[in-house]
Nanobody
């Protein structure tokens, strides 16, 4: 049974930083792409960042490029999202996702077959 567990999240002031983590279990971690998506109230889920199985390739949404960094530790079965220079518009529930590596299609949510439970990130102004 595949599980993605996301501790972390929380409340931070604008301009601050936060690091999310997501630990996976149930199938070989190092052969799957990992990604972060987010959903704010009243909005559709949107892509944030993705990383290839080896960690050598990353993708970012334009809205977070230069502020967020996705990384993974395959020895720990964990993916991270370091979020710096946070803005109120980054407030959302953040979800990690796992699925096959599909190159340019990694921005599509339907490419992922397992999802975490989500963790709330709130950025105050």
């Amino acid at each position: 049974q595949v599980q993605l567990v996301e501790p972390g999240g929380g409340l931070v002031q604008a301009g601050g930083s936060l690091r999310l983590s997501c630990r996976a279990s149930g199938r070989p971690f190092s052969v799957y792409a990992m990604a972060w998506f987010r959903q704010a109230p009243g909005n559709e889920r949107e892509f944030v960042a993705a990383i290839s199985p080896s960690g050598s390739i990353t993708y970012y949404a334009d809205s977070v490029k230069g502020r967020f960094t996705i990384s993974r530790d395959n020895a720990k079965n964990t993916v991270y999202l370091q979020m710096n220079s946070l803005r109120p518009e980054d407030t959302a529930v953040y979800y990690c996702a796992q699925g096959p590596w599909t190159g340019d299609y990694v921005r599509r949510g339907d490419q992922y077959d397992y999802w975490g439970q989500g963790t709330q990130v709130t950025v105050s102004s």
